[in-house]
């Protein structure tokens, strides 16, 4: 019989309701890890570096820890701080750059050794396959499992001819190298918007390209006047009602949405381009999901318990962006940072058979 370390909770993403769930976790005295395929907070860490949240800074704070900014709206560098500075705060267990491959529920198998609880014959267990930045590949087994991955990582893609060419994009960053370039952002929304006003005043020639008749009415208040004014008097350029048919080296190929079934040449234009945004959203890894047994409904969200957060394989949770499948309009930091407390006292009751009252 094979020794192996059994812990009460793999959390897997170092975001927001990662942490909060491992901040649970460590109060509620249970064996716990957190795994991060990237760096801390990697989808802020990957925003935009003059980025500005939406929200204001106590609605981003987890484990009740203070966010103190002078701004009204904190900016992605004060979010990074904050962050570090809660791991530090609670001394929190995480490995970085170990990237989750599978979640595999394990019946009938028996464990005993470093782990604080050990697995009985035919307990049920969780085994974890990762591979680090090094390419080392290791299986971590756990009673429960928790994916607060989020859905940066997996842009929505058009599945047009060119979409990988080396000039396309579906993230965006520094608008300066694209100063007097000709630049396609393909989009509605709040990413649409900002970056093309920060590509023209950053001196590019913008090109808006969206499939519905006008912008999308979740565009942040004090953007929206803004990025209308700009295409009214012309200073960027925007197609409405039009979708992208092909992306080449040094244009796009653009229908009109009502020509889309009319066949080659209907309706079309081609648009000069020096580099393509594709910025029409994100989702969450349905693949990881779908492949660990949990069941999605019709948009692609895992069907779980409401109170407990719990899918549809005993023991496995979901918290934060991870389960909005194609909604991902729904949840924010704002309300995903408190999925993890609720999924930790579900964990910890079933580990303790109590409550688990905090430290």
């Not at 793999?10 to 760096?39: C, F, H, M, N």
């Not at 106590?58 to 979010?79: C, H, M, N, Q």
């Not at 407990?308 to 309009?329: K, R, Y």
Request: proline fraction near 5%.
């Amino acid at each position: 019989m094979t020794s192996m370390s059994v812990r009460d909770v793999l959390i897997i993403g170092a975001g927001p309701s990662g942490l909060s769930a491992a901040i649970a976790a460590k109060r509620r005295e249970l064996d716990y890890q957190v795994l991060e395929q990237g760096t801390l907070v990697d989808s802020i860490y990957r925003f935009p570096p003059q980025m500005v949240f939406f929200t204001t800074p106590e609605l981003l704070e987890i484990g009740g820890l203070p966010f103190v900014s002078p701004y009204d709206k904190p900016t992605r560098a004060e979010a990074l701080r904050y962050y570090r500075r809660v791991v530090d705060t609670f001394d929190l267990q995480i490995a970085f750059e170990e990237k989750v491959l599978s979640v595999a529920r394990e019946e009938g198998a028996s464990a005993a050794g470093e782990g604080r609880m050990a697995a009985d014959d035919g307990d049920p267990l969780f085994a974890v396959e990762t591979r680090s930045s090094r390419g080392v590949r290791r299986v971590r087994h756990a009673r429960h499992v928790v994916l607060a991955t989020g859905y940066f990582d997996h842009p929505n893609r058009l599945n047009v001819p060119g979409e990988d060419l080396p000039h396309v994009h579906h993230y965006y960053s520094e608008p300066h190298p694209y100063y007097r370039r000709r630049v396609v952002i393909v989009g509605g929304g709040n990413s649409a918007a900002e970056w093309a006003l920060e590509l023209f005043r950053a001196g590019a020639h913008v090109t808006l390209v969206h499939r519905r008749p006008e912008l999308k009415s979740t565009i942040k208040y004090w953007v929206r006047p803004d990025i209308e004014n700009r295409i009214k008097e012309g200073s960027i350029a925007a197609r409405f009602n039009s979708c992208v048919r092909e992306i080449r080296r040094t244009s796009v190929r653009v229908a009109a949405i009502g020509a889309v079934d009319g066949g080659p040449g209907v309706g079309e234009d081609e648009l000069a381009a020096d580099a393509v945004f594709l910025l029409v959203g994100y989702h969450a890894d349905w693949d990881l999901q779908a492949r660990a047994g949990v069941d999605m409904n019709d948009r692609r969200a895992p069907i779980l318990d409401p109170a407990t957060f719990e899918t549809s394989v005993p023991g496995l949770f979901i918290a934060g962006g991870a389960l909005a499948g194609m909604d991902t309009g729904n949840i924010f930091i704002e309300n995903g940072r408190f999925h993890g407390e609720k999924i930790v006292e579900v964990i910890a009751e079933r580990v303790n058979g109590r409550s688990g009252d905090l430290i």
